[in-house]
């Protein structure tokens, strides 16, 4: 059985603060202090960090944010959300603890963190370098940080098809299709679980930022439906994904969910059925319900369970909702709950109250350690 620790600290609803598993630590989205805490509670700090994203409530205290954060070798991305009243930022990490991360260069400003064999990429974001390439222009922007993400990948042997998540933040969902067009050419062979949210971007001009983690050698397997997603061209079987017709089709050229040795990522799942029918408009609880199963079934394909979940992701369309997702998010789990994340932004499809994400790691729910904090 897992092992559950206490540790006196906030947490909103149902969540740990941190989950060890697999040699790395998942945590919670918490403010500064408290995450620097919770990882010195189970043996790690932000100096082994290999990947860390932070949301804030206004995005141009990122530069403020970045001088707070103690140097490391995390790989980092910044966007803008909505957080509850009062909060200001919130930080989750993935961070090492048996092995130390590894910090690369990479091209056009883009840094890489090794951990063992994962590979995760900093967020590529048109302006990261300093002048903004296609104002306004969301193809030439998406080529430009795709190909930034391939360009510092590949040095460490990794290229499209290495490629196991991909998180997309849009400032505007106008013309999206635009970015899909150009994310089957540059990944091409790829099949990368993916998720896509709105958010707020560093570079006022910005339209798309793009975070990557890769792996070195595989193999891999992936999760799918039978049916072609949205914008997805080229969809024909592939020996190593496993298809199933329970599935709807993902609502972007991508996978449900890739698995490489232990580690399974997960896509954004929304509440659609397998006929690709939104399920239950205008009701938070039932449109959560129906996004867990859809993880449930990309997990247990690739062979984890619900059990070995260390960390969602979850963006609602208005965190006004958060009570009512929470308590049905909670009958979704028995015994522990993995560390998560909840944010607010919009959301790509007409009539999603939420997406979520996740990360899993085989055996978790048998030999992991969950940090439990106390109620917020």
Request: charged share 15%.
């Amino acid at each position: 059985m897992a092992e559950i620790r206490h540790l006196p600290l906030p947490v909103r609803g149902s969540a740990s603060l941190a989950v060890q598993a697999g040699g790395l630590v998942f945590t919670s989205g918490l403010a500064l202090a408290p995450i620097e805490a919770v990882l010195k509670a189970v043996g790690t700090g932000l100096p082994l960090a290999a990947k860390l994203k932070a949301y804030l409530s206004d995005i141009r205290r990122a530069p403020s944010l970045r001088r707070q954060l103690p140097d490391g070798p995390a790989a980092t991305s910044m966007v803008g959300a909505m957080l509850p009243d009062g909060v200001e930022a919130v930080i989750e990490v993935i961070a090492g603890t048996g092995v130390e991360p590894v910090r690369q260069a990479g091209g056009g400003g883009i840094g890489v963190t090794i951990i063992g064999d994962l590979l995760f990429a900093d967020g590529a974001r048109p302006g990261l370098s300093g002048s903004l390439a296609g104002a306004g222009d969301l193809t030439v922007q998406a080529q430009h940080v795709l190909d930034g993400i391939l360009a510092a990948l590949a040095p460490y042997g990794a290229g499209p098809a290495d490629v196991l998540k991909i998180n997309n933040t849009a400032a505007c969902w106008h013309n999206y299709a635009l970015y899909n067009a150009v994310y089957n050419e540059r990944l091409t062979g790829a099949n990368a679980a993916r998720c896509s949210v709105g958010g707020m971007l560093e570079h006022p001009l910005a339209l798309i930022e793009v975070e990557a983690v890769a792996a070195r050698g595989g193999p891999y397997r992936f999760v799918d439906s039978t049916q072609s997603g949205v914008g997805r061209t080229g969809f024909q079987r592939r020996e190593d994904t496993v298809y199933l017709p329970e599935l709807g089709p993902c609502k972007g050229p991508h996978s449900h969910g890739a698995r490489v040795g232990e580690m399974v990522f997960i896509a954004g799942e929304c509440p659609y059925d397998a006929q690709d029918r939104l399920v239950g408009p205008g009701d938070i609880a039932a449109q959560t319900v129906q996004t867990m199963e859809n993880v449930r079934m990309s997990l247990e394909a690739l062979g984890a369970s619900l059990a070995d979940v260390v960390r969602t992701t979850v963006t609602l369309s208005d965190m006004r909702l958060f009570d009512e997702f929470d308590a049905a998010y909670a009958g979704c789990f028995t015994g522990h709950y993995p560390a998560r994340t909840v944010v607010g932004a919009p959301l790509g499809q007409y009539g999603l109250l939420v997406e979520i994400e996740a990360i899993a790691v085989i055996g978790a729910g048998r030999d992991g350690v969950f940090l439990a904090g106390q109620p917020a």
